[in-house]
């Protein structure tokens, strides 16, 4: 698959963040390595835990992986503790992964009423925006409606959005598996939803992949299958994460996914972070994993 083929945009007009996501899959296999700069791994590497550590850790995990995986995660909380300079480090993350080519997954899991929302998709879905990656991890707990503003800037910018559904902590399940008076579980309501606007976005675009991704954990076992939940009718990227430290492997992701697993991008952060600081380490720990992964998804 090619962008040129996949989706093809018109002339002046950025493809879609599902024909980028699908290309980039193609060309490194199914891996997004989440960059997670938690203080035990920054003093494991011999790093401070301030912003002058901060920065060297995920500017080393871009170094090494940038241009040889799909994607890559930082997850804005590790950012935010460190304050305004550690978010403006978030944002020297998302120009590098720019400058490499590589597209960066800003996991910030962003979820308000609709107002709000707007200024989220502001801040990280708008063209010009230091903390605008490709795509952006968002929470529909407020209602799926909410995430209106959302969907409108991603849709407008070629960008990505990732709506929690049926998250890898084993407390989700409480919330996500229960269900409504009509029987319906509300992880199946939030695919059922993300399913219709990528239809829509396919039927224009002509991708195979829709740009309103769910989070799907690696470590949910049968859950989408009790729920119902139809994962191929997502028609949209499934980020996996729990992959490597949180326990799953690759007899999990192809247990969980079945028939959807050609959507998949698996996503682990520790399990390859914990091969640092050396770079070459980090890029064979990351290499292993998206062959693992591709081959538990082929
Ligand atoms: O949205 C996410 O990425 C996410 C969703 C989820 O259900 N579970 C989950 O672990 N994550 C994130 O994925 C990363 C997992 O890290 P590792 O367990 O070290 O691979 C963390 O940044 C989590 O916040």
């Known amino acids: 698959m090619s962008v040129l083929d996949e989706g093809a945009p018109r002339p002046g007009e950025r493809p879609t963040f599902g024909a980028r996501l699908g290309a ?42 940038g241009g040889r995986v799909a994607a890559v995660k930082p997850q ?65 707990f407020l209602g799926f409606g909410s995430l209106a503003p959302a969907v409108e800037a991603a849709a407008a910018t070629g960008r990505g959005l990732f709506v929690l559904a049926l998250t890898s902590n084993p407390e989700g399940a409480a919330v996500q598996h229960a269900r409504d008076s009509a029987g319906v579980a509300v992880a199946t309501r ?11 976005e396919i039927d224009r675009s002509g991708a195979s992949l829709g740009s309103v991704g769910l ?17 191929e009718a997502v028609h949209g990227p499934l980020l996996a994460p729990g992959v490597g430290a949180q326990g799953a492997g690759p007899a999990e992701l192809a247990a969980v996914f079945g028939t959807a697993r050609q959507a998949v991008l698996a ?20 290499r292993r994993g998206a062959d693992e992964a591709a081959a538990a998804l082929r």
């Not at 989070?215 to 994962?231: C, E, K, N, P, Y």
């Open 24 to 65: 980039a899959m193609d060309s490194h296999g199914p891996l997004c390595v989440g960059i997670d700069p938690h203080p035990g791994l920054l003093a494991a590497w011999g790093l401070g835990d301030d912003v002058d550590g901060l920065r060297r850790f995920a500017l080393t995990v871009l170094d090494a992986v």
């Open 76 to 140: 804005s909380a590790l950012f935010e503790r460190h304050g305004s300079a550690g978010v403006a480090v978030l944002e020297e993350v998302v120009a590098a992964g720019r400058d490499l080519g590589t597209l960066v997954v800003v996991d910030a899991k962003r979820g308000d009423i609709g107002s709000t929302m707007a200024a989220y998709a502001d801040a990280y879905l708008r063209d010009g925006s230091p903390l605008a990656g490709d795509a952006l991890t968002v929470s529909p």
């Open 190 to 200: 939030i695919a059922a939803e993300a399913g219709t606007l990528n239809r829509a």
């Open 215 to 231: 989070v799907v954990g690696a470590t949910i076992g049968d859950a989408a299958r009790r729920l119902d939940l139809d994962l």
């Open 267 to 286: 996503s682990s952060s520790r399990g390859v972070l914990a091969a640092g600081p050396d770079p070459q380490r980090l890029r064979e720990a990351a």
